[in-house]
């Protein structure tokens, strides 16, 4: 690859399920090009440097702090953000599950709890009560609402687990 | 006829005078047995799907079509003289529009200090504004800026700035005795001479970051000659006044939003000189700008809760009376700020007829204090009650045999009853649940320890005011053996058990006002200018309205946080909100409500007093075929809304209005490494009714949380020798992670609170963080056998703590084998 | 954050070349580290070079004779899940597990988490301090309580008193790992493995990184060789909170016990010095010992030998002898745990 920069060079990325080419300086962050470029604003900016956690979107599946990654860093390649949760207009169990713990309470971590949770639940879809918690504990939140977010976590992975096991017989005979 | 009254309101633990306008006669509370259907239900919130959904607009997330973005460049010495200030290097930065400094800022009628001053007291103090096209070139130009600094000697460490030859903050020294707040009952050297025991300590408390997860921030736009702000505010009213008074604008003519806001914890109570100043540089540029704070400059200039030192002296009798109180309270509160009231417990919780406190501010050269949920009884419970388990240790008593034997029925500095009082209760379900009893029959504590040594303590530090009488070489600690551990514990861990009791106000009161409007369809708009900050009052207030419409929660709305969308609603803060507002909303709907059933009477051709509103039905009561559907009777009015008012009522008179609860904590402390690690909280609050258990827990939680953060790592770091903190920034200001939360089981004792309004409700954001460090450091003596006098307990204390432990019992050995009879009666090893 | 330019590196000769040559490029692996401190000023790079697109340098390989090659792009979310490293390794794997977040672990490098610069405030703030260029470390007579015990010479001021943040540096060394560098220029069959505690240098004002890399130097590659058999690890870490932080002091130990003998023993304290510290004459006395209380007292005692605490680390020491005995029964007594 070239040298780009350091002014605005293009860069093309899928941010939940939409392709964009933008023009950003490499040092933009991945989560101001979110904010301010796409206007994808669930995101929070806490500390821009790698110790709140409220920046978490997923990067190619993974749970990562958008503070910390360059836009340019992600050409090609695929984001996904809170906004992107909603499936014809359902939300995801782990926001469902937020809403009946009353897991937010100021709500400005509550994306960046949602996403971490969401990525080990995609990744791990019998995730235990012990992978919840180190999850969550790459999210602070300031409310105070771990006891309500983990119980959140929980109920979720229920969720997801039921599904997967709902599933899997169904996969398995279309493959078979 | 409208009345003027005038009636008594606390806030923040401080009582101030209220008038209020009278209009008839205020609801009576529902009733203790009234069967309630939407209050008392732990209902989801009603905006959570907004929060999950990332929808929910922050002031952090607005975005307006042409938004400017302004960054403030701040000053790197903790005390200094602007000498020369050139901007020249920043207004060349492409994108950059204009740059704010003293020289420039336009007068005002801002009531602050002056928004850029050249006498620099803190770091963090406002040197200049840059307003630019975007926030990159913004904070690009702000290094631009060249700055010439006189650096002028400073003072950043308690202690050090209450000697007399400290570095002066400002030139009439650091500690104002004028302005030392001095409360005296009784006669408290009389108490002590009465006294057949006197226990003495200092404790330190260490300054705490609010850390709000959504930094202070505005965004301001002007629209002819009218202002438009959004703003991460506690007050969205206050706020508004203090900008129409800035501006000279009459007041409807600036409006302040903030419809959802990421944490406040007492921080964003006034108005903020950013707000201030990106309004002004959305004047000068004519559009709207976008001023935000980092995480830095939240970390030093947005407030704190005060570092304090304090001594207290408590006296008692040998049956536990006490007979006096003395608590003197050195408070770090900055380049300027207030003392919060670190005396209340001393004054309040117990009964003791001597009792004199002492509360002085100490300026320092660092960021100017604010409240901080619970702002002073947080700290002021660590010393009172760690005092008090020094005395139960003494006299040989159980820990809540001593408090129940103080127990105050009034509030002694009122002199009036309380209204209504849970304390006793919580300490009953909270011992049990906690399992208080195994602190005899496990050994966790005999009931009376052997008293191995007393040590010389940190001297005291007392530059007015009374000495303490110990005199030089300061209080002594006294350390104990503690009893047998558990079996299961390996030898190198200890166990113990601490509690400790909460009092705080949260009774509200006037003025707070609210409109319920009645659409066409039978839905219902409520709307007040107070705001939700995180606490729920969206769905608290939707509760309330609901259950006195007698109609689904979700038919309700509540606007809230914009100055024009409902009537005067007061600052969120004090825990008053729910006491406040809420009976505002009940009587907005029983207006409303009323309204509907006179319109219904004449349709059902009916008496007033015969019908009856239930479950979207007025009907005739006994007679439910004489009946409309409520949404058949608005429709039938056509596009027209029933209109509701109401307010506030006054505070009872005859009473005092507070919440109290008691905390219990189990802990477990490493001997070997320090750790201290609390295994599990048992939190019992009684708070008058409960309207929604589900977000009263969160709260809970969240207090208990904060409560142990402040416990056990939360501390602002300063660099002694530049003055400049080292722990602006969550790394290094340690905030608990899930990790750290144990166990935290609660309970609200039931019952509501009929005399404090029309709810029986009283304030719960507070008072769960009163009592947790209390507890969690009685705890740890409870474990280790000796007190721990200074928060948080990080390693580098607890292990001192431990060493001094080993000292003591070396020293006894020592003393045993020349043969030495030692350490008295009763003791068990 | 000053503007920069970025390379998405193709190969690894481009990336040294334009490393070794463009004054003002840095090597860019998961940034997790370069990003925070160029945000902070601290540094300002004009040129990011990335080389995390590398995958030839992502792997995890057997060695033959039983050790693990670990490709230095790897993510410690990659290590922390290979099972190798769980039972070959328990130690490193707990390094690992203790490290960040999960966020962090996805993106950070193993090479990047060795060459990462001290967490000191000083250091990352706007403070004197050595590795600024000014004439005084701020931290050798301020607030030091996270910083040194060893190894930093004097307390004059004069020397950094930074200690290395890594954790898996500590577990790394207790396993006795080597670094393989790649040197701009040189053939892959010329790299050198070194030791791993070979790596680290005690940062100065001339020469203010962690590590003795030059310009254009990468870390290529981490072997950690095969333990003896029935050799027990573990790792101790003590932080300030439960998760989420830097150690105050770690422990990495690993013992081989031929019945209640010591035959081995290897210990390793991290948060303490530059580099991961071996408790080398600890070492030496425990070998070929019987275990009995007296000589794990010894052995406490002289994991802190030398120690020469700065004022507000002072309680260090008796951490590091805390962390040092239950690590000591963590890996000789298998009933008591820690
Ligand atoms: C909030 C926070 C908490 C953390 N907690 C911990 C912790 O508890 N324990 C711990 O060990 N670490 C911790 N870290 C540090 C983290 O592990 C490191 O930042 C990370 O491992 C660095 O890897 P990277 O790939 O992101 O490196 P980068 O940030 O890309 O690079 C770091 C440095 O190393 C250089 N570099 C990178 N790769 C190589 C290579 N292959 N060869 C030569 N030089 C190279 C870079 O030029 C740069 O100077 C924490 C970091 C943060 C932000
Ligand atoms: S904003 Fe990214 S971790 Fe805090
Ligand atoms: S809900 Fe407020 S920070 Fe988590």
């Known amino acids: 690859m070239e040298r780009r920069g350091p002014g605005p060079v293009p860069v093309r990325m899928t941010v939940n399920g939409v392709t964009y080419e933008l023009t950003v300086p490499p040092r933009r962050t991945l989560l101001d090009a979110l904010r301010e470029d796409l206007g994808l604003t669930g995101a929070k900016r806490v500390c821009d440097e790698g110790t709140c956690g409220a920046c978490t979107v997923s990067l190619d599946g993974q749970a990562v702090y958008s503070c910390l990654v360059l836009a340019v860093e992600c050409e090609g390649r695929t984001v996904e953000t809170v906004e992107g949760l909603i499936r014809d207009g359902e939300l995801h169990p782990v926001q469902e599950a937020f809403i009946e713990h009353d897991a937010a309470q100021c709500g400005f971590c509550t994306p960046g709890q949602i996403m971490a949770l969401k990525a080990l639940l995609d990744q791990n879809p019998r995730a235990s009560l012990e992978d919840i918690r180190q999850t969550v504990a790459g999210n602070l939140c300031r409310c105070g609402a771990y006891p309500k977010i983990i119980a959140a976590g929980l109920t979720a992975a229920g969720v997801v687990a039921a599904r997967a096991a709902a599933k899997a017989p169904e996969d398995g005979g279309a493959g078979a | 006829m409208p009345e003027l009254r005038k009636t008594v309101v606390e806030i923040e633990g401080r009582l101030h005078e209220e008038y209020v306008v009278v209009d008839g006669e205020d609801l009576p509370a529902w009733p203790e047995d009234r069967v309630l259907s939407r209050v008392g239900q732990p209902l989801p ?103 010439e600094y006189e650096p002028l000697p400073f003072v950043v460490d308690l202690e050090a700035a209450v000697e007399p030859d400290a570095p002066r903050v400002y030139p009439e020294g650091n500690v104002s005795a004028d302005e030392a707040s001095v409360y005296v009952r009784g006669d408290t ?113 947005t407030g704190h809760r005060h570092n304090t030192l304090q001594y207290i002296k408590l006296g008692a009798r040998s049956d536990g009376t006490l007979t006096a109180i003395y608590h003197q309270v050195f408070a770090g509160v900055g380049a300027w700020g207030w003392v919060a009231p670190v005396g209340g417990p001393a004054r309040e919780l117990y ?116 000495q303490p009488p110990a ?32 009092i705080w106000g949260g009774g509200g009161g006037p003025p707070a006002h609210a409109e319920v409007r009645v659409n066409p369809d039978a839905t219902v708009t ?15 207030l939707a509760q309330v309205a609901a259950e006195e419409l007698s109609i689904p929660v979700e038919h309700v709305r509540v606007l809230l946080g914009d100055t024009e969308a409902g009537p005067y609603g007061p600052i969120s803060a004090g825990s008053l909100t729910v006491a406040s507002v809420g009976p505002a909303v009940r009587a907005a ?185 209390a507890a969690v450091a009685n705890a740890v003596y409870d474990a280790l056998g000796i007190r721990p006098t200074d928060l948080p307990l990080t390693r580098p204390r607890v292990l001192a703590a431990i060493k001094r432990l080993e000292e003591a019992a070396q020293a006894v050995e020592a003393g045993a084998e020349s043969g030495k009879e030692q350490a008295g009666e009763g003791g068990t090893r | 954050m000053k503007p920069f330019a970025y390379t998405a590196a193709t190969s690894l000769d481009q990336a040294q070349e334009i490393l070794s040559e463009e004054w003002g490029s840095r090597l860019y692996a998961g940034g997790t580290d370069l990003l925070t401190l160029t945000k902070r000023g601290t540094v300002s790079p004009d040129h990011l070079v990335d080389i995390k697109g590398l995958a030839d340098f992502r792997y ?83 607030e030091n309580a996270y910083h040194a015990l060893f190894g930093y010479e004097s307390a004059d001021g004069n020397r950094c008193v930074a200690v290395h943040p890594s954790d898996p540096a500590v577990a790394l060394s207790a396993l006795e790992a080597e670094v393989v560098v790649a040197v701009p220029g040189e053939a892959p069959v010329n790299w050198e493995a070194t030791p791993i505690d070979d790596l680290f240098q005690q940062p100065t004002k001339d020469f203010p990184g962690t590590t003795i890399l030059n310009p254009g130097d990468v870390v290529v590659e981490i072997r950690v060789p095969e333990q003896p058999k029935g050799s027990r690890q573990v790792y101790l870490k003590a932080m300030d909170r439960a998760a989420w932080a830097f150690a105050l002091v770690s422990v990495a130990a690993v013992a081989t016990l031929d019945g209640n003998r010591l035959a081995d023993l290897r210990l390793a304290l991290g948060g303490v010095a530059y580099k991961p ?62």
Not at chain 2, 472 to 496: K, N, S, Y
Not at chain 2, 526 to 540: C, F
């Open chain 2, 45 to 147: 919130r009603v905006d959570a799907r907004a929060k999950v959904t990332g929808t929910a607009r922050f002031t952090h997330d607005i975005q307006l079509p042409g938004m400017l973005h302004a960054r403030i460049l701040r000053s790197p010495h903790p005390h200094a003289r602007l000498r020369r200030i050139d901007v020249s290097g920043a207004l060349a930065v492409p994108g950059v529009l204009a740059v704010l400094t003293h020289e420039n800022v336009p007068e005002l009628g801002w009531p602050g200090r002056p928004l850029f001053d050249t006498v620099l007291r803190y770091q963090g103090a406002e040197v200049a504004a840059v307003v630019a096209v975007d926030e990159a070139a913004a904070t690009d130009a702000l290094d631009k800026i060249s700055v």
């Open chain 2, 189 to 301: 050297d009389q108490g002590f001479a009465e006294a057949d025991v006197v226990v003495e300590a200092n404790f330190r408390t260490a300054a705490q970051l609010h850390n709000c997860f959504e930094t202070h921030g505005s965004v301001c736009s002007w629209d002819g000659g009218r202002l438009t702000v959004w703003d991460s505010t506690q007050h969205v009213f206050g706020v508004r006044k203090t900008l129409a008074q800035a501006f000279g604008l009459p007041m409807h003519d600036v409006r302040v939003i903030k419809q959802f806001m990421g944490g406040g914890f007492g921080s964003k109570g006034g108005t903020g000189r950013y707000t201030v100043i990106a309004a002004l540089l959305a004047r000068q540029t004519g559009r709207p700008v976008k001023l935000l704070l980092d995480r830095r400059e939240e970390n030093l200039a």
């Open chain 2, 351 to 466: 009964r003791c007829p001597n009792v004199k406190t002492e509360e002085y501010a100490v300026c320092l050269n660092l960021g100017p204090d604010s409240a901080f949920r619970a702002p002073g009884y947080v700290e002021g419970t660590v010393a009172l009650e760690g005092a008090m388990d020094d005395l139960a240790v003494a006299l040989g008593m159980d820990p809540i045999e001593l408090r129940l034997r103080n127990y105050a029925d009034t509030n002694q500095p009122r002199n009036l009853p309380y209204s209504g009082k849970g304390l006793r209760e919580a300490y009953r379900i909270g011992a049990e649940l906690m399992g208080w009893h195994l602190r005899e029959t496990t050994g966790y504590l005999p009931r009376k320890r052997t008293i191995l040594a007393t040590l010389g303590g940190g001297g005291n530090h007392s530059p007015e005011g009374e």
């Open chain 2, 471 to 502: 005199g030089p070489g300061g209080v002594e600690d006294l350390v104990c053996w503690p009893g047998t551990q558990p079996e299961d514990l390996p030898p190198h861990r200890r166990r113990g058990l601490g509690m400790a009791s909460q």
């Open chain 2, 526 to 540: 409520v709307a007040t200018g107070t705001q939700d900050i995180g606490t729920g009052t969206r769905t608290v």
């Open chain 2, 589 to 773: 709907a029983a207006d409303a409500r009323r309204q509907l059933v006179e319109l219904a009477a004449s349709l059902l051709d009916a008496k007033v007093e015969e019908l009856i509103l239930k479950d979207g039905r007025v009907e005739v009561a006994g007679s439910p075929e004489r009946g409309i559907a409520l949404r058949e009777l608005t429709a039938r009015l056509g596009n027209f809304m029933v209109t509701g008012h109401g307010s506030r009522g006054p505070n009872p008179e005859d009473v005092a209005v507070h919440t109290f609860g008691a905390q219990f904590a189990e802990v477990e402390v490493d001997l070997e490494t320090g750790a201290v690690e609390v295994t599990r909280i048992v939190a019992v609050h009684d708070s008058g009714r409960i309207i929604n258990p589900l977000t009263t827990s969160s709260q809970v939680e969240g207090g208990v949380i904060q409560g142990l953060g402040f416990a056990l790592s939360e501390e602002r770091a300063v660099d002694p020798q530049t003055g400049r903190v080292l722990s602006a920034d969550l790394e290094n200001y340690r905030i608990p992670t899930a990790l750290d939360v144990p166990i935290i089981d609660h309970v609200m004792v039931p019952g509501a609170d009929l005399a404090a309004n029309n709810l029986g409700a009283k304030g719960v954001g507070e008072p769960p963080i009163i009592p947790t460090a």
């Open chain 3, 60 to 142: 995890l390989r057997h060695l033959t004779g039983g050790g693990l090659a670990i490709g230095a792009l790897t993510t410690l979310a990659e290590l922390e899940a290979n099972r190798t490293v769980h039972r070959r390794f328990p130690a490193l794997a707990r390094s690992i597990a203790v490290t960040g977040t999960p966020q962090l672990r996805n993106r950070a490098t193993v090479g990047g988490n060795l060459c990462q610069q001290p967490r000191c405030w000083y250091y990352r703030g706007d403070f004197p301090c050595l590795l600024h260029g000014d004439e005084v470390c701020g931290a050798a007579k301020g």
């Open chain 3, 277 to 338: 510290w071996r408790a080398r004459h600890a070492e030496e006395i425990a070998r070929g010992h019987v275990v009995s209380p007296e000589l794990v007292d010894e052995i406490v005692e002289l994991a802190a030998e030398g120690a020469m605490p700065l004022g507000a680390n002072e309680y260090k020491v008796p951490l590091l002898k805390g962390l040092v005995r239950q690590a000591l029964r963590a890996v000789t007594d298998e009933s008591r745990g820690i």
